[in-house]
């Protein structure tokens, strides 16, 4: 499967360089195209002209450049500025990552949930916790935990 999607990924590649090559002999030999035409088809800020010296890829939202000037995708551009070095290939998949990262198991400091629908504090505290200390500026006293709500709306009218 990882070699078919390879191949389309190379031939796809092929496909918009042979374009480009099409498009520019056109323009080479004719002298018949509007100037803003071979103004924008020369720009190198037009994407269908970039290509990544990393991936490949001829589509991203912003170009880079390495240490060199070689001009690189976003994504490989922002791996090269992150990580000082170029993005692994075996981890693209047509310009995507074949892989997601694992979630971090985090567990709050104060009451010891590992579930919450919000972290706080830079992941160390729990969404009731850190809301409760922000609000309170102490702890929230793990006997909260204990107590026992009774539902809304179950209460009986006296």
Not at 2 to 9: E, V
Not at 98 to 126: A, D, H
Request: charged share 25%; proline share 6%.
């Amino acid at each position: 499967m990882s070699s078919i999607i390879d191949t389309n990924c190379f031939l796809n590649h092929i496909l918009s360089l042979m374009k480009q090559w099409e498009a520019e002999e056109r323009m080479a030999a004719s002298v018949d195209y509007h100037p803003q035409i071979i103004e924008i088809l020369s720009n190198p800020h037009i994407s269908a002209r970039n290509h990544c010296v990393n991936c490949n890829t001829t589509k991203s939202p912003a170009w880079r450049r390495d240490d060199l000037g070689k001009l690189l995708c976003n994504a490989c551009g922002l791996y090269f500025k992150t990580h000082g070095k170029s993005r692994p290939t075996d981890q693209i998949k047509c310009g995507t990552l074949k892989y997601k990262r694992p979630k971090k198991q985090r567990i709050c400091k104060n009451c010891g949930v590992n579930e919450s629908s919000c972290w706080r504090k830079n992941g160390t505290l729990c969404n009731k916790c850190g809301l409760h200390e922000t609000q309170y500026g102490h702890p929230r006293p793990s006997s909260f935990d204990k107590l026992i709500k009774p539902p809304k709306g179950n209460a009986h009218n006296h």
